[in-house]
């Protein structure tokens, strides 16, 4: 709902009177109004600008410096930003006046388009295309757009031409729960957006790709790689991994230029990607909306444009398993640390009570000896963690350790992931017998089993995975105890280890 009645008067260019006829809406960062000129009959748009949704002094000046750098963009395929004001002396607080487009959106453009075939004509296409890298790189001479959407480029007759820049930036800080539930803008954000990486002008083209995309054949091009468009963790994975398509593949009459161009466009890399002025001359050239000629040459640079697209996607492909690989080690070794921080409780304990020696350990983050004093040893070792698919308790396992005493009792630690949510699981103690109709004997030098070894016992790291699936039941030749309260189990070895 709009927050000022129409007919509210403002302040415009050249000190002139406007007032509101029309509530636009409201975007990503504000309420839109049209409003005229009292005087000129001008028609413009006003952007209300929630500078108090931001979060410091600090911020809100800079949005206002970002604001008035757009001011000094004046370019045809640019919505020009024609007046600033802080709000100082405003009864509608801080806005900003900008060019008013009559033609609706890109995107509104291409959702009257798309049941046509194909969507839109190449040689319109292309027109499109130039006039959105034009503006793009004339934002990008003073800034960085931030956040190029078709809902961002504006249509006034036949030229389109980009808007909401210089305030894009501060979108996150004040809607970022809003944004980041299916805000659109995380369908075009670049790889290096995701991670927290220097943003620089191909931040930008990254996005204006993706729109080319849609330009030429009405969708997404990753769109069917993200299993919930309202996910923001979905659109992160496919923009960090998954590979755009060939254009050709969506629609045939696109040339090899511009196909080879959309994809170094999206490349994930930032370093492949091309200068704006690049992508202008292969646009505006012949071989853009006519075929190439020696059909032998064409042909080579189709295997070569081939071989390069199942490089990436091999490449893609090793960084997310890698990436995956990652964030379990990370949530494994936070599982590990804390349930050494909970043995640390009863050291401490200990410590503060026994007046003749104190406990010292030598923390690891996937082993911690406890030395104790007048008293045997307590080693705690986590194995590596693996996607067993063992199933045991109702859990799957995906982590172990060893818990015991020197020259004494041990068991395993096993970690549990009840649920595709459980990120951490949780932890239980095992331990390990040996089946009363087995003869120990003949156990030994087997599965780690050293002679005299105290039962109960834990595997080793080498038998863990492979002996712990028996655990789900049936005859073996060990047994297999389960113990819940891990901490408790910690103090039971203290104490006998004391003894």
């Known amino acids: ?40 009959g001008t028609v413009v748009a006003v952007k209300l600008l929630p ?16 604001v008035r750098a757009a001011q000094q963009i004046k370019h045809p395929n640019v919505v020009q930003v024609l007046f600033v ?72 007759g036949s030229t389109f031409k980009i808007g909401d820049f210089g305030i894009s930036k501060f979108v996150d800080e004040s809607t970022r729960l809003h944004t980041f539930k299916g805000g659109q803008h995380v369908a075009y954000m670049a790889p290096e957006g995701w991670q927290n990486q220097q943003n620089t002008f191909k931040l930008d083209l990254y996005s204006v790709g993706l729109v080319f995309y849609q330009v030429l054949t009405a969708k997404h091009p990753l769109l069917n790689k993200v299993k919930d468009p309202n ?15 060939d254009v050709r593949t969506l629609r045939q009459d696109i040339t ?53 697209q199942e490089e990436e996607k091999k490449k893609s492909e090793l960084e997310e398993q890698q990436r995956e690989r990652e964030k379990q080690l990370g949530l494994y070794r936070y599982s590990c640390t804390t349930l050494v921080e909970e043995f640390q409780l009863f050291v401490e304990q200990f410590n503060e009570q026994f007046q003749h020696g104190k406990i010292t350990w030598d923390p690891d983050p996937y082993f911690t000896g406890y ?19 063992i199933k045991v308790r109702g859990g799957e396992v995906i982590g172990g350790g060893w818990i015991g005493i020197s020259n004494g009792r041990s068991a395993n630690l096993v970690l549990l992931k009840q649920s595709p949510d459980d990120l951490y699981g949780h932890w239980v103690v095992c331990e390990i017998g ?24 834990g595997f080793k790291n080498a038998y863990f995975y492979e002996q712990i699936r028996y655990a789900t039941g049936g005859m073996h030749v060990f047994t297999y105890n389960f113990v819940d309260d891990v901490p408790n189990y910690f103090a039971i070895l203290l104490h006998e280890a004391c003894k």
């Open 256 to 308: 090899l230029p511009v196909a080879q161009l959309l994809s170094r466009m999206v490349s994930k890399r930032p370093a492949d990607r091309p200068s704006w002025d690049e992508v202008l001359k292969i646009l505006s050239a012949p071989e853009a909306t006519g075929p190439t000629h020696n059909a032998i040459v064409v042909a080579a640079v189709e295997a070569a444009v081939a071989r390069k």
């Open 371 to 389: 030395r104790i004093p007048q008293g045997r040893n307590i080693d705690v070792n986590f194995f590596e963690p693996i996607a067993s698919g």
């Open 51 to 66: 500078i108090g949704a931001l979060a410091s002094d600090d911020s809100r000046l800079a949005l206002l410096n970002e």
């Open 85 to 156: 004001n802080d709000g100082s002396a405003s009864q509608i607080g801080p806005y900003v006046v900008m060019e008013y487009a009559s033609g609706g959106t890109l995107a509104k453009f291409l959702r009257a388009h798309e049941q046509s075939e194909p969507p839109i004509p190449l040689k319109r296409a292309i027109e499109i295309m130039v006039d959105i890298a034009q503006g793009a790189r004339a934002i990008n001479e003073k800034l960085i757009h931030r956040d190029i959407k078709p809902d961002n480029i504006l249509v006034e």
């Open 1 to 40: 709902m709009p927050s000022i009645i129409l007919g509210t008067a403002f302040t415009g260019p050249n000190g002139e009177t406007f007032k509101t006829t029309d509530f636009l809406g409201q975007g990503a960062f504000g309420e839109v109004y049209r409003a005229v000129g009292e005087e000129s």
């Open 231 to 245: 996910n923001f963790l979905d659109w992160e994975k496919a923009h960090l991994f998954q590979q755009c398509p």
């Open 434 to 457: 040996i089946l009363a109709t087995v003869n120990p004997a003949k156990l030994i030098g087997s599965f780690g089993l050293t002679d005299g070894m105290p039962l109960p016992f």
